[in-house]
């Protein structure tokens, strides 16, 4: 006979555990989409400011090219190779979508947030009288919000936990 290893997960023995409960997964799930919204975002960046700038610089020489004065051979291959690092970051921008990946997960942050403070009013106030139609809409509400979100790398989630435990509140990922 071989021995499981014990989990330490306990279900909720009660409404006000349970509520408990879905307050800390929609509070961990709420920071972690924040923070991923914010890595997606600082990510495109990283792509888009390259192309920016690179591209600045290729309409600069274009118009320097048009004027009588010779441009040297060297000077165009260096031209010909920044318009082509400027199209492939561009299409690497495209392709990962990271704007519109981030704005996803902010917006399911946001989603996550409206439930936590539906539940912080519930734990704070009034738990165990709650109606079970009440707690039904919620745990709906929070299935949805999971089924429809984005993913979240399992790193992110421990991230978020880690500092939830040294923090009590993840207090490092910024809410922008």
């Given at each position: 006979?071989?021995?499981?290893?014990?989990?330490?997960?306990q279900p909720p023995a009660n409404q006000r555990e349970l509520v408990l409960a879905w307050l800390r997964r929609a509070r961990e799930s709420q920071m972690a989409h924040y923070e991923m919204a914010n890595l997606l975002s600082t990510r495109g960046r990283w792509l888009g400011v390259p192309v920016i700038l690179i591209t600045t610089v290729i309409g600069t020489s274009v118009f320097a090219s048009l004027s009588s004065?010779?441009?040297?051979?060297?000077?165009?291959?260096?031209?010909?190779?920044?318009?082509?690092?400027?199209?492939?970051?561009?299409?690497l921008q495209t392709f990962f979508k990271y704007s519109e990946r981030s704005e996803k997960h902010r917006a399911t942050a946001a989603r996550y947030g409206a439930i936590r403070r539906k539940l912080e009013i519930l734990y704070a106030e009034h738990t165990e009288t709650a109606e079970k139609h009440y707690l039904d809409?919620?745990?709906?509400?929070?299935?949805?919000?999971?089924?429809?979100?984005?993913?979240?790398?399992v790193s992110v989630?421990?991230?978020?936990?880690?500092?939830?435990f040294y923090t009590g509140e993840a207090q490092t990922v910024r809410q922008s």
């Amino acid at each position: 006979m071989s021995s499981k290893p014990s989990s330490s997960y306990q279900p909720p023995a009660n409404q006000r555990e349970l509520v408990l409960a879905w307050l800390r997964r929609a509070r961990e799930s709420q920071m972690a989409h924040y923070e991923m919204a914010n890595l997606l975002s600082t990510r495109g960046r990283w792509l888009g400011v390259p192309v920016i700038l690179i591209t600045t610089v290729i309409g600069t020489s274009v118009f320097a090219s048009l004027s009588s004065v010779e441009i040297s051979s060297g000077a165009k291959i260096v031209v010909g190779t920044l318009s082509a690092i400027a199209a492939v970051l561009s299409s690497l921008q495209t392709f990962f979508k990271y704007s519109e990946r981030s704005e996803k997960h902010r917006a399911t942050a946001a989603r996550y947030g409206a439930i936590r403070r539906k539940l912080e009013i519930l734990y704070a106030e009034h738990t165990e009288t709650a109606e079970k139609h009440y707690l039904d809409t919620l745990r709906e509400e929070l299935d949805r919000i999971s089924d429809e979100s984005p993913h979240v790398p399992v790193s992110v989630f421990e991230r978020i936990q880690k500092n939830i435990f040294y923090t009590g509140e993840a207090q490092t990922v910024r809410q922008s």
